[in-house]
């Protein structure tokens, strides 16, 4: 039967897990509202839902990614505009691999207890390399995650609006009406 884990340090961390794969969540959600806007703003009557269910939701975290890398290099080259700053976007790009990297792990990975530290870790699911392939479940580790999805969220609403007042700008009509 093996040994049994003290519930308190289990139910902390699943519910660690659960907060880092919300968190996850809230960040691909907040893309996907991005990119699927980005390709149907000129979709006036809320067909934007196909765009949004049929293709963004089936394409890979890292695709999304790397799509909205090159609409932001597409758009700085456009306009110079300090939201598209290569050196922002670099540290956007950083947080968004590193959510989804922990978000894989614990979705994908290994779940280890050690009963000497009581303490839960995850690798990544294939052959173990180095202890560094490990990551301690953890609020630490939640606090970290939450910091990096807040400013991702926030970068990408910055993106999304910036990309969104260009839109209204070509669609204004030129008698200004």
């Known amino acids: 039967m093996g040994i049994r884990k003290p519930k308190r340090i289990e139910d902390e961390f699943h519910k660690n897990c659960g907060e880092i794969l919300k968190l996850s969540l809230s960040v691909e959600s907040r893309l996907n509202f991005l990119l699927s806007n980005y390709f149907a703003n ?4 809320n067909r934007n839902f196909i765009l949004e269910d049929f293709l963004i ?13 090159k609409i932001v290099k597409r758009e ?3 306009r110079k505009n300090d939201i598209f700053n290569p050196i922002k976007m670099y540290d956007l790009n950083k947080a968004l691999v590193y959510i989804m990297e922990t978000r894989n792990k614990i979705a994908h990975g290994s779940t280890i207890y050690n009963h000497e530290t009581q303490k839960f870790t995850i690798n990544k699911g ?12 953890n609020a630490k580790l939640v606090e970290k995650i939450r910091n990096q999805a807040e400013k991702a969220m926030k970068d990408l609403i910055d993106i999304y ?7 209204r700008m070509k669609t204004k009509p030129k008698n200004g009406l």
Not at 42 to 45: H, S, V, W
Not at 57 to 69: A, N, P, Y
Not at 161 to 167: A, E, G, R, V, Y
């Open 42 to 45: 000129n979709i006036q009557d």
């Open 57 to 69: 939701k089936k394409v890979f975290f890292d695709e999304k990614r790397e799509l909205l890398r």
């Open 76 to 78: 700085y080259n456009d």
């Open 126 to 137: 294939k052959s173990k390399i180095s202890e560094k392939d490990d990551i301690e479940i």
């Open 161 to 167: 609006m910036t990309l969104s007042i260009k839109d």
